[in-house]
């Protein structure tokens, strides 16, 4: 069954996690390997994650990655291994031809989500493609984007929660999002890590409160959240970007268990 037809038919969680960056063909190797294991057990759509290049960090000083040349490599090597499909995000048009022609899903990060033209060259590779919500916008915002994605020939959408702009350097999950965002027709993603990112709260970096990243993802799939999207790394304290706001790899498979069961427990009672 191709991804999509699991993605819209199953009544499967979607899982999408990796590491927020591609630091190395190691470390996604490790992570990919684990995850697999872990979300055969039971039987999720597990899509691998992880970026080529973070164009929007907070310091020019930050990793960034390995960039796309490299970055395609890795992804490809990953997906070709552990037959697996992977995701990863794009900031300009002219990049997704070329990510296109490896990965599965093509990305719309929060901040570029009303980028018309970089939403219209991901829709047209005709891969699945996954925009965020803007930190900016609100739930009811996102009809505006879909309908640019639709009116360029895009009907394989994933709609991302990931928190809103809360005051300086904090955000907060809106759960209304996620049956608002459903009422478009597409399916939702709650963005667990995301949103306990603290934006620019340790000075030249992002903060995080990782410890809460389960609560909202528990309440998330509560709300009718189709899937949930993680960045997780075997050490998180020594990860190259986003690690305050990480679950560690080892704490994925209790906390995917969690998950699981509250998820069907919501899709049964949706069903009656």
């Given at each position: 069954m191709e991804l999509w037809?699991?993605?819209?038919?199953?009544?499967?969680?979607?899982?999408?996690?990796?590491?927020?960056?591609?630091?190395?063909?190691?470390?996604?190797?490790?992570?990919?390997?684990?995850?697999?294991?872990?979300?055969?057990r039971l039987n999720v759509v597990f899509i691998f994650k992880a970026s080529?290049?973070?164009?929007?960090?907070?310091?020019?000083?930050?990793?960034?990655g390995p960039g796309i040349e490299k970055g395609m490599e890795i992804l490809n090597g990953v997906k070709n291994k552990f037959k697996i499909p992977v995701l990863t995000d794009i900031h300009e048009p002219w990049q997704a031809d070329i990510v296109?022609?490896?990965?599965?899903?093509?990305?719309?990060?929060?901040?570029?989500c009303r980028q018309t033209n970089l939403i219209v060259s991901a829709v047209k590779t005709g891969k699945i493609v996954n925009i965020k919500k803007g930190q900016f916008?609100?739930?009811?915002?996102?009809?505006?984007?879909?309908?640019?994605?639709?009116?360029?020939?895009?009907?394989?959408?994933?709609?991302?929660?990931?928190?809103?702009?809360?005051?300086?350097?904090?955000?907060?999950a809106d759960m209304r999002s996620i049956p608002i965002m459903k009422s478009f027709n597409y399916p939702v993603i709650f963005d667990a890590t995301h949103s306990v990112q603290l934006p620019g709260g340790a000075g030249d970096k992002s903060g995080g409160q990782a410890e809460f990243a389960p609560v909202l993802a528990r309440s998330a799939i509560a709300a009718g959240a189709d899937g949930i999207f993680v960045e997780t790394h075997p050490e998180p304290s020594k990860a190259l970007s986003d690690g305050?706001?990480?679950?560690?790899?080892?704490e994925i498979p209790d906390f995917l268990k969690f998950v699981v069961k509250l998820h069907k427990l919501i899709k049964a009672h949706e069903g009656n």
């Open positions: 037809d699991k993605i819209k038919k199953s009544k499967r969680l979607i899982f999408i996690a990796g590491p927020c960056v591609i630091e190395s063909d190691v470390l996604c190797y490790e992570v990919a390997d684990f995850l697999k294991k872990a979300t055969e080529f290049d973070k164009a929007n960090r907070t310091s020019i000083k930050s990793f960034r296109s022609k490896v990965v599965d899903v093509i990305q719309i990060p929060a901040f570029l916008l609100s739930p009811y915002d996102m009809k505006n984007v879909v309908a640019k994605a639709e009116e360029a020939g895009g009907r394989k959408l994933l709609l991302t929660e990931r928190g809103a702009s809360f005051g300086y350097n904090n955000l907060v305050p706001n990480m679950i560690p790899l080892r």
